[in-house]
């Protein structure tokens, strides 16, 4: 141990630069405060991210869920008033197009344990 306390520099936002298929810029800024991963490539979704919910005790009402993803969202809920994140649901979440037919390019971990 040290005698001096080092101190952490703090990150205060993210912005994410994104180009739709269709050509459209779009930035996105992310508050820290509620998020605490990052995830926008098949490999870190699919092998870190996806995997991390067959162990994580995470579920979402239906109205959350279709909040956080859109509509399309209830194809993967269907009529359950509630779902349990897993590595699968997340897998989903991650291929599902959304209302233009585009799939998403990033994935979060929120503060609350949920996928965003």
């Known amino acids: 141990m040290t005698d001096k306390i080092r101190k952490r520099a703090k990150l205060t936002g993210v912005t994410l630069s ?5 050509g459209t810029p ?9 998020a605490t991963g990052l995830f926008w490539s098949d ?20 109205d959350e869920l279709i909040n956080r993803f859109g509509p399309e969202a209830e194809k993967i809920i269907g ?10 649901v997340v897998e989903e979440l ?8 585009h799939l998403r390019a990033f994935m979060i971990k929120t503060n609350d344990c949920y996928p965003g």
Do not use: C
């Open 18 to 22: 994104i180009l739709d298929p269709d």
């Open 26 to 34: 779009r930035n996105i800024t992310l508050d820290p405060k509620h």
């Open 43 to 62: 490999e870190t979704v699919l092998q870190i991210f996806a995997p991390y919910y067959d162990n994580a005790q995470s579920e979402m009402t239906k």
């Open 79 to 88: 009529k359950s008033p509630n779902i349990k994140i897993t590595k699968n």
């Open 94 to 101: 991650w291929n599902l197009p959304d209302a233009n037919g």
